[in-house]
Protein backbone atom coordinates (compact mmCIF):
# COMPACT_ATOMS: atom_id res chain seq x y z
CA UNK A 1 0.00 0.00 0.00
CA UNK A 2 1.37 3.29 -0.87
CA UNK A 3 1.26 6.50 1.51
CA UNK A 4 1.16 9.87 0.19
CA UNK A 5 1.51 13.18 1.91
CA UNK A 6 -1.80 15.19 0.90
CA UNK A 7 0.35 18.41 1.14
CA UNK A 8 2.27 16.90 -2.03
CA UNK A 9 -0.72 16.08 -3.92
CA UNK A 10 -1.13 17.66 -7.24
CA UNK A 11 -4.83 18.48 -8.59
CA UNK A 12 -4.29 15.78 -10.83
CA UNK A 13 -2.88 13.42 -8.92
CA UNK A 14 -6.04 13.67 -6.65
CA UNK A 15 -8.00 13.10 -9.83
CA UNK A 16 -5.74 10.03 -10.47
CA UNK A 17 -6.16 8.53 -7.12
CA UNK A 18 -9.87 9.19 -7.14
CA UNK A 19 -10.28 7.41 -10.55
CA UNK A 20 -11.63 4.06 -10.55
CA UNK A 21 -10.46 3.06 -14.17
CA UNK A 22 -8.78 0.05 -14.59
CA UNK A 23 -6.40 -0.73 -17.47
CA UNK A 24 -8.41 -2.94 -19.16
CA UNK A 25 -11.91 -1.47 -18.78
CA UNK A 26 -12.49 -1.54 -22.64
CA UNK A 27 -11.82 -5.04 -23.16
CA UNK A 28 -14.71 -5.63 -20.56
CA UNK A 29 -16.54 -3.23 -22.27
CA UNK A 30 -16.65 -5.66 -25.66
CA UNK A 31 -16.96 -8.11 -23.97
CA UNK A 32 -20.09 -6.92 -22.25
CA UNK A 33 -21.35 -5.69 -25.55
CA UNK A 34 -20.74 -9.18 -26.75
CA UNK A 35 -22.48 -11.03 -24.29
CA UNK A 36 -25.86 -8.34 -24.65
CA UNK A 37 -26.11 -8.85 -28.18
CA UNK A 38 -25.85 -12.71 -27.94
CA UNK A 39 -28.45 -12.93 -25.75
CA UNK A 40 -30.76 -10.77 -27.27
CA UNK A 41 -29.81 -13.21 -30.32
CA UNK A 42 -30.06 -16.39 -29.09
CA UNK A 43 -31.78 -16.06 -25.70
CA UNK A 44 -31.67 -19.41 -23.23
CA UNK A 45 -29.35 -20.89 -25.43
CA UNK A 46 -26.86 -18.23 -25.34
CA UNK A 47 -27.43 -18.33 -21.10
CA UNK A 48 -26.99 -22.11 -21.20
CA UNK A 49 -24.04 -21.79 -23.46
CA UNK A 50 -22.45 -19.00 -20.87
CA UNK A 51 -23.11 -20.91 -17.67
CA UNK A 52 -20.97 -23.58 -19.50
CA UNK A 53 -18.39 -20.77 -20.66
CA UNK A 54 -18.31 -18.72 -17.20
CA UNK A 55 -19.55 -20.21 -14.36
CA UNK A 56 -18.23 -23.88 -15.58
CA UNK A 57 -21.14 -25.79 -15.40
CA UNK A 58 -23.68 -27.76 -17.56
CA UNK A 59 -27.52 -26.28 -16.63
CA UNK A 60 -30.24 -28.36 -16.76
CA UNK A 61 -32.80 -25.79 -16.72
CA UNK A 62 -32.42 -22.19 -16.27
CA UNK A 63 -34.32 -21.44 -12.72
CA UNK A 64 -35.26 -22.87 -9.05
CA UNK A 65 -38.37 -23.55 -8.34
CA UNK A 66 -40.66 -23.24 -4.59
CA UNK A 67 -39.82 -26.88 -4.15
CA UNK A 68 -36.15 -26.77 -5.07
CA UNK A 69 -35.35 -23.94 -3.17
CA UNK A 70 -37.09 -25.65 -0.20
CA UNK A 71 -35.31 -28.57 -0.44
CA UNK A 72 -32.11 -27.09 -0.54
CA UNK A 73 -33.30 -24.49 2.17
CA UNK A 74 -33.19 -27.25 4.36
CA UNK A 75 -29.96 -27.36 4.81
CA UNK A 76 -29.54 -24.39 6.15
CA UNK A 77 -28.09 -24.77 9.89
CA UNK A 78 -29.94 -22.80 12.92
CA UNK A 79 -27.73 -20.23 14.13
CA UNK A 80 -27.44 -18.91 10.27
CA UNK A 81 -31.31 -19.31 9.61
CA UNK A 82 -31.58 -17.49 13.16
CA UNK A 83 -29.22 -14.74 12.25
CA UNK A 84 -31.03 -14.31 8.50
CA UNK A 85 -34.21 -13.80 10.35
CA UNK A 86 -32.72 -11.27 12.51
CA UNK A 87 -30.93 -9.21 10.04
CA UNK A 88 -34.28 -9.16 7.68
CA UNK A 89 -36.19 -7.84 10.24
CA UNK A 90 -34.12 -4.84 11.31
CA UNK A 91 -33.70 -3.91 7.00
CA UNK A 92 -37.51 -4.26 6.61
CA UNK A 93 -38.12 -2.10 9.64
CA UNK A 94 -35.48 0.43 7.98
CA UNK A 95 -36.95 0.39 4.79
CA UNK A 96 -40.73 0.60 5.69
CA UNK A 97 -39.75 3.45 8.01
CA UNK A 98 -39.10 5.36 4.49
CA UNK A 99 -42.79 4.77 3.00
CA UNK A 100 -44.15 8.10 3.16
CA UNK A 101 -47.19 10.16 2.18
CA UNK A 102 -46.94 13.30 1.28
CA UNK A 103 -49.21 16.51 1.93
CA UNK A 104 -51.60 18.34 -0.95
CA UNK A 105 -49.98 21.37 -1.20
CA UNK A 106 -52.07 24.55 -2.61
CA UNK A 107 -49.59 26.38 -4.86
CA UNK A 108 -51.75 29.38 -5.25
CA UNK A 109 -56.18 29.59 -4.37
CA UNK A 110 -57.55 26.54 -5.70
CA UNK A 111 -54.71 24.88 -7.26
CA UNK A 112 -53.82 21.81 -5.67
CA UNK A 113 -50.68 19.72 -6.40
CA UNK A 114 -49.29 16.61 -4.90
CA UNK A 115 -47.42 13.08 -5.47
CA UNK A 116 -48.71 9.79 -4.86
CA UNK A 117 -45.95 6.90 -5.44
CA UNK A 118 -46.88 3.67 -7.23
CA UNK A 119 -44.50 0.54 -7.17
CA UNK A 120 -42.38 0.02 -10.26
CA UNK A 121 -44.47 -3.37 -11.74
CA UNK A 122 -41.47 -5.63 -12.94
CA UNK A 123 -38.21 -5.41 -11.30
CA UNK A 124 -35.16 -7.35 -11.71
CA UNK A 125 -32.61 -8.27 -8.79
CA UNK A 126 -28.91 -9.29 -9.36
CA UNK A 127 -27.55 -11.39 -6.33
CA UNK A 128 -24.01 -11.50 -7.12
CA UNK A 129 -22.39 -14.97 -6.77
CA UNK A 130 -18.97 -15.31 -8.28
CA UNK A 131 -16.14 -14.70 -5.70
CA UNK A 132 -18.94 -14.89 -2.58
CA UNK A 133 -22.69 -16.05 -2.95
CA UNK A 134 -24.16 -12.79 -0.96
CA UNK A 135 -27.71 -13.72 0.22
CA UNK A 136 -27.36 -10.25 2.20
CA UNK A 137 -27.45 -8.61 -1.04
CA UNK A 138 -31.12 -10.74 -1.69
CA UNK A 139 -32.03 -9.66 1.65
CA UNK A 140 -31.44 -5.98 0.49
CA UNK A 141 -32.73 -6.25 -2.73
CA UNK A 142 -36.38 -8.34 -1.80
CA UNK A 143 -37.13 -6.40 1.35
CA UNK A 144 -37.60 -3.00 0.04
CA UNK A 145 -39.08 -4.45 -3.67
CA UNK A 146 -41.57 -6.04 -1.06
CA UNK A 147 -42.52 -2.93 0.84
CA UNK A 148 -42.78 -0.93 -2.34
CA UNK A 149 -45.27 -3.52 -3.54
CA UNK A 150 -43.52 -4.82 -6.82
CA UNK A 151 -45.85 -7.14 -8.66
CA UNK A 152 -42.87 -9.23 -10.26
CA UNK A 153 -39.57 -9.60 -8.78
CA UNK A 154 -37.04 -11.33 -11.19
CA UNK A 155 -33.97 -12.95 -9.34
CA UNK A 156 -31.10 -14.16 -10.76
CA UNK A 157 -27.53 -15.66 -9.27
CA UNK A 158 -25.23 -17.34 -11.07
CA UNK A 159 -25.47 -21.35 -10.71
CA UNK A 160 -22.32 -22.86 -8.20
CA UNK A 161 -20.56 -26.05 -8.99
CA UNK A 162 -23.71 -28.15 -8.45
CA UNK A 163 -25.98 -26.35 -10.80
CA UNK A 164 -27.88 -25.07 -7.78
CA UNK A 165 -27.44 -22.07 -5.36
CA UNK A 166 -26.37 -22.60 -1.49
CA UNK A 167 -28.68 -22.95 1.46
CA UNK A 168 -28.35 -19.18 2.92
CA UNK A 169 -29.20 -18.25 -0.53
CA UNK A 170 -32.43 -20.81 -0.95
CA UNK A 171 -33.48 -19.72 2.45
CA UNK A 172 -33.97 -16.03 2.04
CA UNK A 173 -36.23 -16.99 -1.10
CA UNK A 174 -38.41 -18.85 1.16
CA UNK A 175 -38.51 -16.31 3.94
CA UNK A 176 -38.92 -13.36 1.30
CA UNK A 177 -41.70 -15.50 -0.68
CA UNK A 178 -39.86 -15.27 -3.91
CA UNK A 179 -40.84 -18.47 -6.28
CA UNK A 180 -38.07 -18.47 -8.73
CA UNK A 181 -34.14 -17.91 -8.73
CA UNK A 182 -32.85 -17.91 -12.30
CA UNK A 183 -29.08 -19.62 -11.97
CA UNK A 184 -27.85 -16.79 -14.53
CA UNK A 185 -24.56 -14.94 -13.47
CA UNK A 186 -22.44 -11.62 -14.88
CA UNK A 187 -24.18 -10.02 -18.43
CA UNK A 188 -25.65 -12.47 -19.62
CA UNK A 189 -28.42 -12.13 -16.15
CA UNK A 190 -28.49 -8.05 -16.45
CA UNK A 191 -29.53 -8.90 -20.78
CA UNK A 192 -31.76 -11.34 -20.01
CA UNK A 193 -33.76 -9.34 -17.45
CA UNK A 194 -33.31 -6.23 -20.11
CA UNK A 195 -34.61 -7.57 -22.92
CA UNK A 196 -36.22 -10.80 -22.00
CA UNK A 197 -35.73 -14.78 -23.46
CA UNK A 198 -37.61 -17.37 -23.59
CA UNK A 199 -37.58 -18.15 -19.38
CA UNK A 200 -36.46 -14.62 -18.38
CA UNK A 201 -39.38 -12.24 -18.02
CA UNK A 202 -38.15 -8.59 -19.54
CA UNK A 203 -38.12 -5.72 -16.56
CA UNK A 204 -38.74 -2.37 -16.24
CA UNK A 205 -35.52 -1.54 -13.65
CA UNK A 206 -32.86 -4.00 -12.55
CA UNK A 207 -31.30 -3.24 -9.22
CA UNK A 208 -27.99 -5.22 -7.93
CA UNK A 209 -24.37 -4.66 -7.65
CA UNK A 210 -21.78 -7.03 -9.02
CA UNK A 211 -18.48 -7.25 -10.74
CA UNK A 212 -17.01 -5.16 -13.66
CA UNK A 213 -19.22 -7.26 -15.93
CA UNK A 214 -22.45 -6.96 -14.37
CA UNK A 215 -22.03 -3.25 -13.53
CA UNK A 216 -21.30 -2.05 -17.16
CA UNK A 217 -23.96 -4.35 -18.74
CA UNK A 218 -25.95 -2.60 -16.46
CA UNK A 219 -25.09 0.53 -17.30
CA UNK A 220 -25.18 -0.10 -21.38
CA UNK A 221 -28.52 -1.11 -20.94
CA UNK A 222 -29.93 1.88 -19.58
CA UNK A 223 -31.72 3.18 -23.14
CA UNK A 224 -34.15 -0.22 -22.88
CA UNK A 225 -34.45 -0.61 -18.69
CA UNK A 226 -33.88 1.96 -15.72
CA UNK A 227 -31.06 0.59 -13.17
CA UNK A 228 -30.62 1.79 -9.70
CA UNK A 229 -26.97 2.54 -10.23
CA UNK A 230 -23.74 1.86 -11.14
CA UNK A 231 -22.81 -1.03 -7.93
CA UNK A 232 -19.58 -2.18 -8.92
CA UNK A 233 -16.75 -3.77 -6.95
CA UNK A 234 -16.62 -2.57 -3.41
CA UNK A 235 -14.55 -0.07 -1.98
CA UNK A 236 -14.03 1.82 1.66
CA UNK A 237 -12.18 5.20 2.92
CA UNK A 238 -11.12 5.57 6.50
CA UNK A 239 -10.46 8.20 8.48
CA UNK A 240 -8.76 8.20 11.54
CA UNK A 241 -7.19 10.21 13.69
CA UNK A 242 -4.82 9.50 17.03
CA UNK A 243 -8.53 8.46 18.84
CA UNK A 244 -8.37 6.07 16.50
CA UNK A 245 -7.80 2.11 16.74
CA UNK A 246 -5.36 1.02 14.10
CA UNK A 247 -6.46 -2.87 14.95
CA UNK A 248 -10.17 -2.06 14.12
CA UNK A 249 -8.70 0.23 10.96
CA UNK A 250 -7.26 -2.48 9.79
CA UNK A 251 -10.04 -5.40 10.17
CA UNK A 252 -12.40 -2.42 8.01
CA UNK A 253 -9.83 -2.20 5.07
CA UNK A 254 -9.69 -5.92 4.47
CA UNK A 255 -12.87 -6.56 5.48
CA UNK A 256 -13.64 -4.78 1.88
CA UNK A 257 -10.62 -6.04 0.29
CA UNK A 258 -11.30 -9.55 0.63
CA UNK A 259 -14.44 -9.26 -1.71
CA UNK A 260 -12.21 -8.99 -4.79
CA UNK A 261 -9.11 -7.96 -6.36
CA UNK A 262 -10.32 -5.01 -7.74
CA UNK A 263 -11.74 -3.38 -4.08
CA UNK A 264 -10.21 -0.50 -2.66
CA UNK A 265 -9.48 0.12 0.63
CA UNK A 266 -8.07 3.73 1.34
CA UNK A 267 -7.07 5.04 4.86
CA UNK A 268 -6.51 9.06 5.42
CA UNK A 269 -5.06 9.47 8.47
CA UNK A 270 -3.97 12.69 10.42
CA UNK A 271 -1.15 10.89 11.94
CA UNK A 272 1.53 8.61 10.38
CA UNK A 273 1.64 6.91 13.29
CA UNK A 274 -1.63 5.40 12.43
CA UNK A 275 -0.98 4.80 9.28
CA UNK A 276 1.95 2.55 9.82
CA UNK A 277 0.51 0.88 12.64
CA UNK A 278 -2.10 -0.23 10.60
CA UNK A 279 0.00 -0.92 7.86
CA UNK A 280 1.60 -3.74 10.35
CA UNK A 281 -1.76 -4.70 11.45
CA UNK A 282 -2.94 -5.26 8.15
CA UNK A 283 0.13 -7.48 7.63
CA UNK A 284 -0.90 -9.78 10.79
CA UNK A 285 -4.40 -10.22 10.24
CA UNK A 286 -3.67 -11.11 6.53
CA UNK A 287 -2.33 -14.04 7.52
CA UNK A 288 -5.17 -15.94 8.95
CA UNK A 289 -7.46 -14.58 6.31
CA UNK A 290 -8.97 -17.72 3.57
CA UNK A 291 -8.97 -14.98 1.12
CA UNK A 292 -6.06 -13.54 1.58
CA UNK A 293 -4.54 -14.00 -1.69
CA UNK A 294 -7.49 -11.84 -2.72
CA UNK A 295 -7.21 -9.65 -0.18
CA UNK A 296 -3.69 -8.73 -1.00
CA UNK A 297 -4.33 -7.94 -4.19
CA UNK A 298 -7.00 -5.36 -3.08
CA UNK A 299 -4.71 -3.93 -0.88
CA UNK A 300 -1.53 -3.61 -2.73
CA UNK A 301 -4.13 -1.63 -5.42
CA UNK A 302 -4.65 0.54 -2.56
CA UNK A 303 -2.84 3.60 -0.76
CA UNK A 304 -3.15 5.69 2.60
CA UNK A 305 -3.07 9.64 2.63
CA UNK A 306 -1.11 11.74 5.46
CA UNK A 307 -3.71 14.72 6.26
CA UNK A 308 -2.73 17.81 8.06
CA UNK A 309 -6.15 17.77 10.13
CA UNK A 310 -9.43 16.05 10.03
CA UNK A 311 -11.05 18.47 7.71
CA UNK A 312 -8.47 18.32 4.59
CA UNK A 313 -9.34 14.48 5.17
CA UNK A 314 -12.90 15.04 4.67
CA UNK A 315 -11.58 17.05 1.01
CA UNK A 316 -9.83 14.20 0.00
CA UNK A 317 -13.04 12.01 0.69
CA UNK A 318 -15.54 13.98 -0.81
CA UNK A 319 -13.31 14.23 -3.62
CA UNK A 320 -12.71 10.50 -3.69
CA UNK A 321 -16.95 9.64 -2.85
CA UNK A 322 -16.72 6.43 -1.27
CA UNK A 323 -18.90 3.78 -1.13
CA UNK A 324 -18.00 3.54 2.50
CA UNK A 325 -16.75 6.23 4.46
CA UNK A 326 -15.89 5.15 8.06
CA UNK A 327 -14.80 8.23 10.46
CA UNK A 328 -12.74 6.58 12.76
CA UNK A 329 -12.17 9.10 15.74
CA UNK A 330 -14.05 10.40 18.99
CA UNK A 331 -14.46 13.77 16.55
CA UNK A 332 -17.09 12.47 14.36
CA UNK A 333 -19.81 14.26 15.12
CA UNK A 334 -17.90 17.34 14.10
CA UNK A 335 -17.25 15.76 10.58
CA UNK A 336 -20.89 14.86 9.72
CA UNK A 337 -21.67 18.27 8.49
CA UNK A 338 -18.90 18.26 6.61
CA UNK A 339 -20.05 15.37 4.44
CA UNK A 340 -21.03 15.85 0.73
CA UNK A 341 -20.40 12.48 -0.73
CA UNK A 342 -21.03 8.90 0.50
CA UNK A 343 -22.86 6.05 -0.12
CA UNK A 344 -22.82 5.25 3.81
CA UNK A 345 -21.05 6.23 6.88
CA UNK A 346 -20.11 4.10 10.12
CA UNK A 347 -20.03 6.59 12.75
CA UNK A 348 -17.08 6.09 15.40
CA UNK A 349 -14.85 3.49 16.30
CA UNK A 350 -17.26 1.06 17.54
CA UNK A 351 -19.14 1.11 14.26
CA UNK A 352 -17.73 -1.72 12.07
CA UNK A 353 -18.63 -1.60 8.31
CA UNK A 354 -19.60 -4.95 7.89
CA UNK A 355 -22.62 -4.34 10.34
CA UNK A 356 -24.40 -2.25 7.44
CA UNK A 357 -23.46 -4.85 4.99
CA UNK A 358 -25.53 -7.41 7.09
CA UNK A 359 -27.50 -6.26 9.79
CA UNK A 360 -27.82 -3.14 10.94
CA UNK A 361 -31.16 -2.34 8.69
CA UNK A 362 -29.20 0.05 6.21
CA UNK A 363 -29.02 -0.95 2.83
CA UNK A 364 -25.54 -2.32 1.52
CA UNK A 365 -26.35 -1.75 -2.30
CA UNK A 366 -24.15 1.16 -2.39
CA UNK A 367 -23.03 3.71 -5.50
CA UNK A 368 -18.99 2.88 -6.60
CA UNK A 369 -16.62 4.41 -8.48
CA UNK A 370 -17.23 8.20 -7.58
CA UNK A 371 -20.72 7.81 -8.18
CA UNK A 372 -21.55 8.60 -5.07
CA UNK A 373 -21.19 12.35 -6.13
CA UNK A 374 -25.03 11.95 -7.49
CA UNK A 375 -26.33 8.35 -6.40
CA UNK A 376 -28.03 6.93 -3.66
CA UNK A 377 -27.80 3.84 -2.61
CA UNK A 378 -30.78 1.64 -2.66
CA UNK A 379 -34.28 2.47 -0.64
CA UNK A 380 -37.61 1.69 -0.77
CA UNK A 381 -38.17 4.69 -2.66
CA UNK A 382 -35.70 3.00 -5.77
CA UNK A 383 -38.89 1.02 -6.36
CA UNK A 384 -41.63 3.58 -6.39
CA UNK A 385 -42.13 5.80 -8.93
CA UNK A 386 -43.50 9.24 -7.58
CA UNK A 387 -46.60 10.57 -9.82
CA UNK A 388 -47.54 13.56 -9.70
CA UNK A 389 -51.09 15.04 -9.87
CA UNK A 390 -52.44 18.63 -9.75
CA UNK A 391 -56.60 19.28 -9.51
CA UNK A 392 -58.07 23.24 -10.49
CA UNK A 393 -61.16 24.76 -9.33
CA UNK A 394 -63.08 27.66 -11.25
CA UNK A 395 -61.31 29.82 -9.06
CA UNK A 396 -58.14 28.28 -9.37
CA UNK A 397 -57.75 28.22 -13.51
CA UNK A 398 -59.13 32.22 -13.27
CA UNK A 399 -56.07 32.87 -10.69
CA UNK A 400 -53.37 30.49 -12.69
CA UNK A 401 -54.72 30.85 -16.11
CA UNK A 402 -53.53 34.02 -17.30
CA UNK A 403 -50.06 33.57 -16.57
CA UNK A 404 -49.95 30.35 -18.04
CA UNK A 405 -51.78 32.13 -21.96
CA UNK A 406 -48.99 34.76 -21.34
CA UNK A 407 -46.23 32.13 -21.15
CA UNK A 408 -47.56 29.47 -23.69
CA UNK A 409 -47.67 33.02 -25.85
CA UNK A 410 -43.99 33.67 -25.94
CA UNK A 411 -43.16 30.36 -26.60
CA UNK A 412 -45.24 30.41 -29.43
CA UNK A 413 -47.47 27.78 -28.76
CA UNK A 414 -51.38 29.21 -29.48
CA UNK A 415 -52.59 25.35 -28.71
CA UNK A 416 -51.15 25.54 -24.96
CA UNK A 417 -52.76 29.04 -24.62
CA UNK A 418 -56.08 27.95 -26.38
CA UNK A 419 -56.48 25.20 -23.66
CA UNK A 420 -56.57 27.60 -20.91
CA UNK A 421 -58.37 30.20 -22.42
CA UNK A 422 -61.08 27.98 -23.59
CA UNK A 423 -62.21 27.50 -20.51
CA UNK A 424 -61.92 30.87 -18.82
CA UNK A 425 -64.12 31.80 -21.56
CA UNK A 426 -66.58 29.32 -20.98
CA UNK A 427 -66.67 30.16 -17.60
CA UNK A 428 -67.03 34.26 -18.64
CA UNK A 429 -69.99 32.88 -20.79
CA UNK A 430 -71.83 31.05 -17.98
CA UNK A 431 -71.43 33.99 -15.21
CA UNK A 432 -68.23 34.04 -13.67
CA UNK A 433 -66.56 31.78 -11.77
CA UNK A 434 -68.07 28.16 -11.82
CA UNK A 435 -70.38 27.95 -9.44
CA UNK A 436 -69.22 25.04 -7.22
CA UNK A 437 -65.39 24.68 -6.31
CA UNK A 438 -64.40 21.05 -6.35
CA UNK A 439 -61.06 21.05 -5.26
CA UNK A 440 -59.91 17.74 -3.13
N1 LIG B 1 -21.42 -1.79 -4.55
C1 LIG B 1 -22.15 -2.62 -3.86
O1 LIG B 1 -23.20 -2.25 -3.35
C2 LIG B 1 -21.72 -4.05 -3.72
C3 LIG B 1 -22.44 -4.92 -2.87
C4 LIG B 1 -22.06 -6.25 -2.81
C5 LIG B 1 -21.02 -6.71 -3.61
N2 LIG B 1 -20.36 -5.84 -4.43
C6 LIG B 1 -19.31 -6.28 -5.34
O2 LIG B 1 -19.91 -7.23 -6.20
C7 LIG B 1 -18.88 -7.98 -6.79
C8 LIG B 1 -19.28 -9.43 -6.89
O3 LIG B 1 -18.44 -9.98 -7.84
P1 LIG B 1 -18.32 -11.53 -8.09
O4 LIG B 1 -17.35 -11.72 -9.22
O5 LIG B 1 -18.02 -12.20 -6.82
O6 LIG B 1 -19.76 -12.01 -8.50
P2 LIG B 1 -20.75 -11.56 -9.66
O7 LIG B 1 -21.97 -12.39 -9.44
O8 LIG B 1 -20.89 -10.10 -9.75
O9 LIG B 1 -20.07 -12.04 -11.00
C9 LIG B 1 -19.93 -13.39 -11.33
C10 LIG B 1 -20.22 -13.56 -12.79
O10 LIG B 1 -19.30 -12.78 -13.56
C11 LIG B 1 -19.18 -13.37 -14.84
N3 LIG B 1 -17.77 -13.40 -15.23
C12 LIG B 1 -16.72 -13.76 -14.49
N4 LIG B 1 -15.59 -13.71 -15.23
C13 LIG B 1 -15.96 -13.35 -16.47
C14 LIG B 1 -15.25 -13.12 -17.70
N5 LIG B 1 -13.93 -13.29 -17.77
N6 LIG B 1 -15.95 -12.73 -18.77
C15 LIG B 1 -17.28 -12.55 -18.69
N7 LIG B 1 -18.01 -12.74 -17.56
C16 LIG B 1 -17.35 -13.13 -16.48
C17 LIG B 1 -19.71 -14.77 -14.75
O11 LIG B 1 -20.84 -14.88 -15.53
C18 LIG B 1 -20.06 -14.97 -13.28
O12 LIG B 1 -21.27 -15.67 -13.14
C19 LIG B 1 -17.63 -7.75 -5.97
O13 LIG B 1 -16.77 -6.90 -6.71
C20 LIG B 1 -18.15 -7.02 -4.76
O14 LIG B 1 -17.20 -6.15 -4.23
C21 LIG B 1 -20.71 -4.54 -4.50
N1 LIG C 1 -19.62 -4.77 1.22
C1 LIG C 1 -20.56 -5.10 0.20
C2 LIG C 1 -20.98 -3.83 -0.48
O1 LIG C 1 -19.91 -3.21 -1.10
C3 LIG C 1 -21.79 -5.82 0.71
C4 LIG C 1 -21.54 -7.16 1.32
C5 LIG C 1 -22.29 -8.29 1.22
N2 LIG C 1 -21.72 -9.24 1.97
C6 LIG C 1 -20.69 -8.73 2.56
N3 LIG C 1 -20.56 -7.47 2.14
ZN1 LIG D 1 -18.79 -6.36 2.33
Redesign the pocket.
Known amino acids: MKIYNYKDLSKSKIEELCSRQIEDDKLVEERVADIISTVKKDGDQALFNFAKAFDKVELEKLFLDTGELKAIASAIPADAKKAIDTAYQNIKTFHQSQLKTEDKIETMPGVVCWRESRSIEKVGLYIPGGTAV?P??FLMLATPAIIAGCKEIVVCSPPQNDGKTNCYLAYCAVLLGIEKVYLIGGAQAVAAMAFGTESVPQVYKIFG?GNRYVTTAKTMVQNKVAIDMPAGP?EVLVIADETANSAFIAADLLA?AE?GTDSQAILVATSEEIINQTLKEIENQLAILPRKDIAAKAIANSYAVLAENLEQAMQFSNEYAP??LILATEQFQSLIPLIINAGSVFLGNFTPESVG??ASGTN?T?PTSGFAKAYSGVSTDAFLKKITFQQLSATGLSNIGPTVEILAAAEGLEAHKNAVSIRLNFESEVGGPMSEDKTT
Open positions: LSTPSQHEHDYHL
